[in-house]
């Protein structure tokens, strides 16, 4: 039987909201989350460290699972950082025409931040076996927060 992650309650498929903030998450939390993004249909599992959808501030752990291409989205309220942990990953950016006018490699060898700007097209893919990044946005969360092509 595969383990689930027991540090969060699942409020919808592949996707964990902590109990509370500052809760110890288990010590091989990130194969949970990774075997969590291999069950789902959608290749992607999140864990998000804030315990409800409506905090003002937004912290998740994303797993991503090749072969994976997000959707070009944009995030009208709220700027983004990632900062990848494990696999590689590339971060495209897209002009208002919805052309590619940047590109960045996402290397969790070297977890350097990269901020999205406001309202700035993007979109990742993922190049290894998985990918795990931490996002860090502001909320609260809603169905006008990401908005896509």
């Not at 992607?44 to 291409?69: G, N, S």
């Not at 997000?70 to 009208?76: E, F, S």
């Not at 996402?106 to 350097?112: A, E, K």
């Given at each position: 039987m595969t383990k689930k992650?027991?540090?969060?309650?699942?409020?919808?498929?592949?996707v964990y909201h902590a109990h509370e903030w500052g809760q110890q998450l288990e010590t091989n939390f990130l194969n949970l989350l990774i075997n969590a993004a291999k069950r789902s249909d959608t290749r992607k599992a999140r864990?998000?460290?804030?315990?409800?959808?409506?905090?003002?501030?937004?912290?998740?752990y994303?797993?991503?699972?090749h072969p994976y291409l997000d959707r070009i989205?944009?995030?009208?309220?709220?700027?983004?950082?990632?900062?990848?942990?494990?696999g590689k990953a590339m971060?495209?950016?897209f002009d208002s025409e919805k052309n590619l006018s940047n590109n960045r490699l996402l290397d969790g060898s070297n977890p350097v931040a990269l901020t999205t700007i406001k309202d700035a097209w993007h979109s990742i893919e993922?190049?290894?076996?998985c990918f795990v990044m931490i996002e860090i946005g502001l909320g609260p969360f809603t169905s006008n927060s990401t908005v896509y092509i």
């Amino acid at each position: 039987m595969t383990k689930k992650i027991t540090s969060g309650i699942e409020t919808s498929p592949s996707v964990y909201h902590a109990h509370e903030w500052g809760q110890q998450l288990e010590t091989n939390f990130l194969n949970l989350l990774i075997n969590a993004a291999k069950r789902s249909d959608t290749r992607k599992a999140r864990f998000c460290v804030h315990p409800d959808r409506e905090e003002t501030l937004q912290i998740t752990y994303l797993a991503f699972i090749h072969p994976y291409l997000d959707r070009i989205h944009r995030h009208p309220g709220r700027a983004e950082i990632v900062i990848p942990i494990q696999g590689k990953a590339m971060h495209l950016t897209f002009d208002s025409e919805k052309n590619l006018s940047n590109n960045r490699l996402l290397d969790g060898s070297n977890p350097v931040a990269l901020t999205t700007i406001k309202d700035a097209w993007h979109s990742i893919e993922i190049l290894t076996d998985c990918f795990v990044m931490i996002e860090i946005g502001l909320g609260p969360f809603t169905s006008n927060s990401t908005v896509y092509i």
